[in-house]
Every structure is written in C-alpha cells, then in structure tokens.
C-alpha cells in the first residue's frame, strides 16, 4: 500500500502489509498525519487498530485523546501496562 506524500512525506510511503512492523507503521503514520476523517476511513481498520495499539508509540496527547473517544483503546492500554 502506497500512503500519499501528505500523510507520509519522508519519502518512504510505501507498506508492504505482510510485514507487522511496517503494518504498525502505516497505522501510526495515518493517525499522526490524518488531515481528515476520510483519511482514517480509508486506511485504518478498527480490529487492526485494537490488534496494534498496545504496539504503536503515539505522541502522549494523540493516545489519550483517541482512548477518551474510544474506551475500549484506553482498556488495551490499562491492561497491557499491568500485565
């Protein structure tokens, strides 16, 4: 998968999506640099993104803000970190 250059400018935008790290990549790029709604919908997919988020560095205020829009992201996060 090829991500435009407006949400992966390093000049690396493209994923192989048989490979987990770069999977995980994809998907931080995307939730970092998502200009819209529609970019989320276009290239996340919500079970992948539970399967992920445990994974994935976020910036601090990007985490929380996704776990208070979507809790189930928060109880991923809780759980890991006391496991």
Known sequence: ???PTYLDWSGHGEY???SPGRVIDL????LIEAASPQDLYAYLDAGML????A???LPTQLRRAW???FP????????TATA
């Open 67 to 69: 776990e208070r829009q």
């Open 27 to 30: 998907y931080r790029a995307v």
């Open 50 to 53: 539970r399967r992920l988020w």
């Open 1 to 3: 998968m090829r991500l």
């Open 16 to 18: 192989d999506l048989d």
């Open 55 to 57: 994974l994935m560095w």
């Open 72 to 79: 189930v992201l928060a109880e991923i996060s809780r759980v």
